[in-house]
């Protein structure tokens, strides 16, 4: 194995970790009710870093991967822009259209408020773009390793977050710890399958890089903009810090692409 599988194992595994300790805040109570607090905070930052990942460095790579491996289209970027719009209503159709949405967090409560059935639609709601998180860790660092490095902290930066909502959705429907975990560990496996699978049988299924990355970049935006942002405005309210964590996450991308380009090298 290279040592780009060893990095690509490493994000997935982190990633999926995330996800279960997401849903571990909720036990116990203090601690859960600590994190909510921040919950928004963390929501903000992470999307402001997906927003300036996405549009700073994948598309931009998309564009010149796709013009590289097509050189007969010339400037023709109709089909790659077409693959991410369908990466972006392939999420709302899967978290919106066949699974119910809840805000984040807003579903615990100890006495059952939502049916089995509807949290676990739910929650494969989510498996589409859990899924694509990690397709666009493995298509962003084959592409280059500071890349992939940023869409990993794009990701890492939700997943938290993501392990909450679905540990809120299992408990508002009466289950317990055992079931949290169960749940958060099938959505932590997806991101770590989506990076396998491309890794893997990617090439061979003919789901090149130059397909692969407008896809998941699709998927990624629909969560940083249709997904995150409107859950800030959700819980933020009228409180400015909120609002403006997302420019801290926008801030933070770009100091970290700063260090990762001075380090690495370009």
Request: no cysteine; net charge neutral.
């Amino acid at each position: 194995m290279d040592s780009i599988f060893f990095q690509l194992l490493i994000f997935g595994v982190f990633a999926a970790l995330a996800n279960i300790l997401g849903g571990l805040i909720l036990f116990p109570s203090k601690l859960h009710k600590n994190y909510k607090k921040s919950l928004k905070y963390l929501l903000a930052i992470g999307a402001g870093f997906m927003l300036a990942v996405t549009f700073v460095e994948i598309i931009p790579k998309t564009i010149l991967l796709w013009q590289k491996t097509h050189p007969e289209t010339n400037d023709d970027l109709y089909l790659p822009m077409l693959l991410l719009l369908a990466g972006y209503l392939l999420t709302q159709f899967f978290e919106h259209t066949i699974a119910p949405h809840f805000h984040l967090g807003e579903e615990v409560n100890p006495e059952r408020i939502i049916s089995t059935s509807s949290a676990y639609s739910g929650v494969g709601g989510m498996l589409i773009h859990t899924f694509f998180d990690g397709v666009s860790i493995a298509a962003a660092s084959q592409i280059d390793f500071k890349i992939g490095l940023l869409v990993f902290i794009a990701v890492f930066l939700h997943k938290f977050p993501e392990g909450f909502t679905v540990g809120s959705m299992i408990l508002a429907a009466g289950k317990g710890f055992r079931e949290v975990i169960i749940a958060t560990s099938v959505i932590g496996v997806t991101t770590l399958l989506g990076v396998l699978l491309f890794y893997f049988a990617g090439s061979s299924l003919g789901f090149s890089v130059a397909y692969a990355l407008p896809l998941a970049s699709g998927v990624t935006l629909y969560v940083a903009a249709s997904d995150l942002i409107p859950e800030v405005n959700h819980h933020g309210g009228n409180r400015p810090m909120v609002s403006l964590s997302i420019f801290a996450g926008v801030a933070l991308f770009f100091g970290i692409h700063f260090v990762v380009h001075q380090l690495i090298g370009n």
